[in-house]
């Protein structure tokens, strides 16, 4: 059975709240809000964020709608921390406010979802990216992720991406070879993940 997926769910994510200044004031209110892609419903949630202080932390506040229709005001506070970026400055994080089988989740997150009644991380509710619910077979689509996965390792292991606003040369060399055609070697780990699929099956 598909598993409900983050694009499906409302998504408050920390670049959002970025863009729009809430972590540039000691306090501020804003309201976002969602539209559905398949009708014209709308759902919104108020948030007040306050950065500053011994307790940084967001409050939302919101009118949840059971699938039953029965609706239940809801106001609690969502904490964020923040990480020293390494040229200065610092990144925020959510701190997942929810708690499965008795225990805090408390993962430092970039992204929180409405997929219940409260906020909380992908983790917690389970959600798995759309592109993870396509049916794929195939050398072709193991080759894509040997790849992928290769890249995805080197970029999570750069600690400068940027300088002044443009890629470093580094950088700029992954992002091209993203795009490349894989060399002979490449080809021949994909066909030997793709043959250890076959065996599996």
Same mark, same amino acid.
């Given at each position: 059975m598909a598993k409900r997926t983050c694009e499906a769910s409302?998504?408050?994510?920390?670049?959002?709240?970025?863009?729009?200044?809430y972590f540039d004031w000691d306090?501020?209110?804003g309201t976002a809000t969602w539209t559905s892609s398949w009708s014209e419903d709308k759902s919104s949630i108020g948030i007040e964020s306050r950065v500053r202080g011994d307790f940084p932390h967001l409050r939302l506040h919101y009118v949840h709608t059971s699938y039953d229709g029965e609706t239940t005001n809801l106001d609690y506070q969502v904490r964020i921390t923040s990480t020293p970026c390494y040229f200065g400055g610092k990144r925020y994080w959510f701190i997942c406010?929810?708690?499965?089988?008795? =225990?805090?989740c408390q993962r430092q997150v970039?992204?929180?979802?409405?997929?219940?009644?409260?906020?909380?991380?992908?983790?917690c509710y389970d959600l798995a990216y759309q592109s993870q619910q396509e049916n794929h077979s195939g050398m072709w689509y193991v080759m894509g992720k040997v790849l992928?996965?290769?890249?995805?390792?080197?970029?999570?292991?750069?600690? =400068?991406?940027?300088?002044?606003?443009?890629?470093?040369k580094r950088y700029a060399r992954l992002l091209r070879?993203?795009?490349r055609t894989p060399s002979t070697g490449e080809l021949m780990a994909a066909e030997m993940a793709f043959n250890k699929l076959l065996l599996k099956r």
């Open positions: 409302r998504a408050l994510s920390i670049t959002f709240l970025k863009e729009y200044g306090l501020m209110n406010p929810l708690i499965r089988n008795g =225990v805090p970039g992204v929180i979802y409405g997929a219940g009644m409260y906020y909380g991380c992908r983790y992928s996965n290769d890249l995805y390792d080197k970029e999570a292991e750069m600690r =400068v991406k940027y300088w002044h606003g443009r890629p470093t070879k993203a795009n």
